[in-house]
C-alpha cells in the first residue's frame, strides 16, 4: 500500500513550522510516514504536558484568599470588607449557574417557537450546542449566572484558575479572591485581625513571598506593626520587632 498525493506517490516526509510537509517521488515511503507523523504526534504531546506541568506547579506556590463585601460595621453599612480565608474562586460558586455567554439571547431568539424551544432544552441537557453553533449562532465563553441567568463577573476559566469575582450586588455583595503575594495594606490588615486559624502562617508567608527574609523565632509577635511598616515605609527594621531578652 502506497501514500499517494495528487496521483503521486510520497518520497519524504519532514516537519516545517508545526506543518507535515511531503515530498513527492515515485518510491513507497509508508512507512517512514508513519513514523515520522507518530513521532511528531509524540512530542506534541509532550510539550503540551510540560507546559501543563510547568502551569500548576507555578499555581501551587502561591496561595490563594478571598474577601467579601457587604453589610457590616458598627452600622452595618454597605461596602464592609472582610477576610473569609485561605480560598479559591470556585468555593463560592455552589448557589451559582454555570452557562454560555450568549445563551439567554439565543433563548430570547427562540422563545414561543416550540419546536426550537425542543432543541434548546435537549441541548441543556446534554450541554451540546453543536447543533444552533452549525447555524450560525455564536454561544461565547461559559460563564457563571444567578438563579435569574444574570452574569456575575465570573468566568469558567477563572474559576479554574481560582482567581476571580463574584458580584452579586456589588458594594452590598460581592466576593473576590488573589494571591496572597498581591494583598494590599488594607487587605493585609483584614488578615491580621480576622480569626480565622492560620492567619499567622498566612502573614509569614506572604512576607516570604515577598522576599523579606526573618527569623520568627524571634519575633515579639506585633504582627500589625510589622505590616504597617512594610507598607508604610518599603522596609522593615527585623530588631525592631524582635523579642526582649534579659541581659
Known sequence: MNYYRFGERVQKVYIQNNKIIL?????STIAYIRKRIYFYRVIQKQN???K????????????IVAFHVGRGGRFNNPGHKN??????IGDFVENLFLNYENQSDLFRKIEGRKNLEKKY????????FTWFTNKGFTLGEKIYTDCDGNPVGLTEKEE???????NIDHQYDTTYTKYLGECDHEEMLLIEKSGEWNKIQLIEKFF?????????????????GIIDDYFNF??????????????
Open 23 to 27: 515530498t513527492l517521488f515515485n518510491t
Open 48 to 50: 503540551c504536558l510540560i
Open 52 to 63: 501543563k506541568l510547568r502551569k500548576m506547579k507555578t499555581l501551587e506556590n502561591k496561595t
Open 83 to 88: 477576610f473569609v480565608g485561605e480560598k479559591k
Open 121 to 128: 432544552y435537549e441541548c441543556c441537557d446534554r450541554d451540546d
Open 160 to 166: 479554574e484558575r481560582g482567581i476571580g469575582c463574584i
Open 208 to 224: 516570604s513571598e515577598r522576599h523579606c527574609d526573618f527569623d520568627w523565632c524571634k519575633f515579639n509577635g506585633n504582627y500589625r
Open 234 to 247: 518599603g522596609k522593615i527594621d527585623f530588631e525592631d520587632f524582635f523579642k526582649k531578652t534579659e541581659e
